[in-house]
């Protein structure tokens, strides 16, 4: 870390050298002057989680600060860089199990206390490219293949290059090369850090306001995680076609590196979702299929998003899964609502997995700070265990 610090930093003053008709003293003070017309803000999320899981005696109560501490430098001839430093604090007992404190007697909530840098790169901008070398946010599309799981106290990050092109035009490209990932569990975990030769490419278009879609390719070739080394492309598209929006995906996926398993398989996707009266309706259906007893797997998405909140398909069976939901949403004045039901099955062999119902409610009780509210009921049926959980969450940002 210390030596992608310093190269990030000899980066940004080797900026002179692009700039020869600016003296050294010059370079300098303006250097000076990016550092202080920065930007910097603090973070404060504390969150309650509560676990009520069937197979475990004691309930989880999860009781978490995150702090978060940001800079951004202002722009330095098109250089610019960015510092994070994340805090996790335990307020009062730990009696949940973080996955590193020992607690096995409890659920899980992977919340492990601790501190790092969540983010440090330097980057440099022009109108059409953007280059960002370090540890950084990635989020492609909907988060679905690649994401940073935000959800979570400790985000995930990447360690590693990224270059981004827009022609001002509608078309956009996003190339990343990443030999880290540095995930939610902590840096006291051993299953902090998922190293490997790994490419990340994502190219959008947007038709026009109403029309947008995607290309993506990813080699996940992992060091040590053979079983999810992967090869995905795939498309997606989210537009509005009369008064109905619309979100579908299809990708192809297959072992690549040192994974021991040879498969071929498929990720479908289709979403349709509009407003009768004052409430947003919508129907989906998700499939992550299945092949030679491998199922699709997604390990860099924000999982949380999909297949309901109790978490329960992080990682795909092995005979996949299907889900078709249901939801619904609304306002009332600043309250905002949301009700999600899932029901789940396998890809192969026509088992009936469980069925979930969610819940969510934001809102924003001042300025800059907002509460929200959160359930997730899993009900099994040949997949996991009877699951409630209950999140209470207030965010402050300066």
């Given at each position: 870390m210390k030596?992608?610090?310093?190269?990030?930093?000899?980066?940004?003053?080797?900026?002179?050298?692009?700039?020869?008709?600016?003296?050294?003293a010059t370079g300098f003070a303006d250097f000076q002057q990016a550092i202080t017309d920065g930007d910097a803000n603090v973070k404060l999320r504390y969150r309650y989680e509560r676990v009520d899981q069937y197979n475990v005696d004691k309930d989880a109560n999860a009781s978490t600060l995150l702090t978060r501490l940001s800079y951004k430098s202002a722009d330095f001839g098109g250089f610019y860089?960015?510092?994070?430093?994340?805090?996790?604090?335990?307020?009062?007992?730990?009696?949940?199990?973080?996955?590193?404190n020992g607690n096995?007697?409890?659920?899980?909530?992977?919340?492990?206390?601790?501190?790092?840098?969540?983010?440090?790169?330097?980057?440099?901008?022009?109108?059409?490219?953007?280059?960002?070398?370090?540890?950084?946010?990635?989020?492609?599309?909907n988060q679905r293949f690649v994401g940073g799981v935000g959800w979570r106290q400790n985000e995930q990050t990447y360690d590693g290059y990224r270059l981004r092109y827009d022609n001002q035009s509608g078309l956009n490209v996003d190339y990343s090369y990443v030999h880290n990932?540095?995930?939610?569990?902590?840096?006291?975990?051993?299953?902090?850090?998922?190293?490997?030769n790994i490419h990340l490419l994502n190219v959008?278009?947007?038709?026009?306001?109403?029309?947008?879609?995607?290309?993506?390719?990813y080699e996940l070739d992992f060091d040590t995680a053979n079983a999810i080394a992967t090869r995905t492309f795939g498309v997606s598209y989210d537009g509005k076609i009369s008064a109905?929006?619309?979100?579908?995906?299809?990708?192809?996926?297959?072992?690549?590196?040192?994974?021991?398993?040879d498969f071929s398989t498929d990720y479908l996707a289709l979403e349709l979702n509009t407003k009768?009266?004052?409430?947003?309706?919508?129907?989906?259906?998700?499939?992550?299929?299945s092949d030679n007893g491998?199922?699709?797997?997604?390990?860099?998405?924000?999982?949380?998003?999909f297949q309901g909140f109790a978490d329960k398909f992080l990682a795909t069976p092995g005979q996949g899964i299907k889900d078709l939901y249901i939801e619904a949403s609304g306002s009332i004045g600043k309250l905002k609502l949301l009700g999600v039901w899932h029901q789940f099955e396998s890809d192969v062999g026509s088992i009936d997995y469980g069925n979930e119902f969610n819940f969510n409610a934001t809102y924003p009780v001042y300025k800059n700070t907002n509460f929200l509210l959160r359930y997730a009921n899993y009900s099994a049926d040949d997949f996991a265990v009877d699951t409630n959980k209950l999140w209470a969450m207030m965010t402050f940002t300066f």
């Open positions: 030596t992608r610090l310093a190269t990030a930093i000899a980066t940004i003053c080797a900026a002179g050298l692009l700039m020869p008709n600016v003296s050294v860089t960015q510092i994070e430093f994340d805090n996790v604090t335990a307020l009062g007992n730990e009696n949940f199990n973080s996955t590193v096995t007697n409890y659920p899980v909530v992977a919340d492990p206390i601790g501190s790092d840098f969540n983010q440090a790169y330097v980057g440099y901008k022009t109108k059409s490219f953007h280059f960002t070398a370090g540890r950084q946010r990635i989020n492609h599309n990932v540095n995930r939610i569990f902590g840096t006291d975990s051993p299953n902090s850090d998922l190293g490997g959008t278009y947007k038709i026009n306001a109403d029309h947008k879609v995607a290309g993506f390719a109905v929006n619309v979100h579908a995906a299809y990708a192809r996926q297959n072992e690549t590196g040192d994974n021991p398993t009768l009266s004052a409430v947003n309706v919508g129907i989906g259906y998700e499939s992550l299929g491998k199922g699709f797997t997604t390990p860099l998405a924000t999982l949380h998003k």
